[in-house]
């Protein structure tokens, strides 16, 4: 089963500041071309370390399935081993 991974939540808060960037930019307010560069940089950056992250969890075993039986051979019939002809 895989863990949990934080990085996805990074690159969206990184979104987050990105659009708020953007939006406030829009609006005239000074300097946040800078915030919304930020937030690029921080949703790369996440999703960089969310590439670089290993597996993780933890894998479930299965059982080995029994193996079965020989079946006895049928009467009248001899077992011939293997490699003998």
Do not use: D, N
């Amino acid at each position: 089963m895989p863990s949990q991974s934080w990085m996805p939540m990074g690159a969206a808060s990184g979104l987050l500041i990105f659009g708020m960037g953007m939006t406030l930019m829009t609006a005239g307010v000074p300097f946040c071309g800078y915030v919304a560069i930020a937030g690029l940089a921080v949703v790369f950056l996440f999703i960089f370390l969310w590439a670089l992250e290993g597996p993780g969890g933890y894998h479930i075993a299965v059982p080995e399935p029994e193996k079965p039986s020989t079946p006895a051979p049928a009467p009248g019939h001899q077992r011939i081993p293997a490699g003998h002809h």
